[in-house]
């Protein structure tokens, strides 16, 4: 399986503090998407990396990937009380399909 | 980027009976799929569509399951036999011309079966 596997599972900040998270996989991949979902919500996307980049930005988001170590990295700044979700990384080695990682549930503190 | 959207929004269901979930509407896109995620659990891969025919099924899609595009914009998961363990959000996801474009995810059908 070439899963996406986040780390950490959870994580508590407070507003305004960053928020880094990592996925690891295990085989060779096209690209990399980062999903965020709210409680019960559908899957909104968030960015998407090829395996021939490095990283990535999109307003307060920044993505890194590293293909050697199989890993990448979300980075949530200036976090506000709506980034409460639960972020996945998926991972697309361009047959047909996202394979999930279990997710990394964010909690903002006001 | 258009949206996807899937009805109904929650389907309530007898063991035992049949589904239809569906994605609509869907134009000038190829590649469809269906992905599951049971309450708390990793989102999972069902089944990819392309060109009107399957392109991909996981284990999960076994001869209960099957998906069309009947009228060329619908596009449709159907469940023969509904079992509880196929409680679970249903998401449809569309995909532009290439396989390495971004998946756009619909706001799911939550289907729960009794």
């Known amino acids: 399986s070439q899963q996406g596997e986040e780390d950490p599972q959870a994580l508590s900040i407070q507003e305004g503090e960053n928020a880094t998270m990592n996925c690891s996989y295990k085989t060779s991949i096209n690209n990399l998407q980062w999903y965020r979902q709210n409680s019960g919500r559908g899957l909104v996307h968030l960015i998407l990396?090829?395996?021939?980049?490095r990283e990535k930005h999109s307003g307060r988001l920044r993505v890194t990937l590293d293909t050697s170590k199989k890993s990448s990295s979300l980075l949530i700044t200036a976090s506000r009380a709506a980034d409460t979700a639960s972020y996945f990384c998926?991972?697309?080695?361009?047959?047909?399909?996202?394979?999930f990682g279990a997710g990394t549930t964010v909690t903002v503190r006001a | 980027e258009p949206e996807v959207t899937q009805t109904p929004s929650h389907q309530v269901t007898q063991m035992g009976q049949e589904v239809i979930l569906r994605c609509v509407p869907i134009?000038?896109?190829?590649?469809f799929y269906w992905y599951r995620q049971i309450l708390g659990q990793k989102v999972e891969f069902l089944v990819s569509?392309?060109?009107?025919?399957?392109?991909?099924k996981s284990e999960i899609f076994d001869d209960q399951f099957s998906v069309e595009r009947p009228d060329g914009s619908n596009f449709t998961l159907k469940i023969r036999s509904t079992k509880l363990e196929d409680s679970a959000m249903y998401f449809c996801?569309?995909?532009?011309?290439?396989?390495?474009?971004?998946?756009?995810f619909g706001p799911g059908t939550r289907l729960t079966v009794l």
């Open positions: 996801a569309r995909q532009g011309a290439s396989s390495a474009d971004t998946q756009y």
């Open positions: 998926a991972t697309d080695a361009n047959d047909y399909k996202l394979s």
């Open positions: 569509f392309y060109n009107n025919e399957i392109s991909e």
């Open positions: 134009s000038n896109h190829l590649y």
């Open positions: 990396i090829r395996s021939n980049e």
